[in-house]
């Protein structure tokens, strides 16, 4: 059956094996389950913001599993990310986020710093008080209901050959090809493969 939401993938994948692990670093790791659940939790924080709806959506991302639930949380509430290297310089961000006009910027405690000094740019929300909400499954499947599998689901910037951040626009109809064609390869079946993160989310070879 065809998707057209990329936060499907991840809510097919829960239902199916919840206690599996799906991320893990150095600090701990995630199951399936526990992924769905901290990112319907970020995901009604995030629906409720005034004007935070298919709209994009500000990622203080590393090489994390803390990142993953923020990117899931953003295609929960409805929204698309934007995501951004924790450790880019604040210039740098700041003239990303004066393009897109972030409705909100999602940051983990660690980034609390960092985060503040942009708090003139959009509401900030951070991830680990996010986490603590109560889910509000009806609200984000009414949000979800009015996404088609043309709207975005991130902005991936880039630098350009002038040095100037440009967006690139990734929706879910790319997506769903891209897993299409993963399928493919013999090595990805239900009983697992491994991936190695060498880059930050924010980075080209995450696409």
């Not at 924080?45 to 994009?56: D, E, H, I, R, T």
């Not at 626009?169 to 009983?191: C, H, K, L, S, Y």
Request: aromatic fraction near 6%; glycine fraction near 8%.
């Amino acid at each position: 059956m065809p998707m057209t939401n990329a936060a499907e993938y991840l809510e097919r994948t829960a239902a199916r094996v919840p206690d599996k692990v799906a991320f893990s670093d150095a600090s701990g790791s995630l199951t399936f389950g526990q992924l769905l659940q901290d990112a319907r939790a970020l995901g009604t924080v995030l629906a409720g913001l005034p004007g935070c709806k298919n709209a994009p959506v500000a990622v203080l991302t590393g090489r994390t599993v803390q990142s993953v639930a923020a990117l899931q949380g953003v295609l929960q509430s409805g929204n698309y990310y934007v995501p951004i290297d924790e450790q880019m310089p604040e210039a740098r961000i700041r003239r990303i986020l004066a393009q897109v006009h972030a409705r909100a910027i999602v940051f983990p405690e660690a980034c609390r710093p960092q985060a503040e000094r942009l708090a003139d740019c959009a509401p900030l929300v951070c991830l680990e008080e996010a986490e603590k909400t109560a889910p509000d499954n009806a609200l984000l499947q009414a949000r979800r209901e009015q996404i088609i599998d043309l709207d975005p689901v991130y902005l991936l910037f880039t630098s350009g050959s002038t040095g100037t951040p440009k967006g690139i626009e990734v929706t879910a109809n790319d997506i769903g090809n891209f897993m299409a064609w993963m399928q493919g390869f013999p090595v990805v079946r239900d009983g697992g493969v491994t991936f190695i993160d060498q880059a930050s989310y924010s980075f080209d070879l995450s696409e």
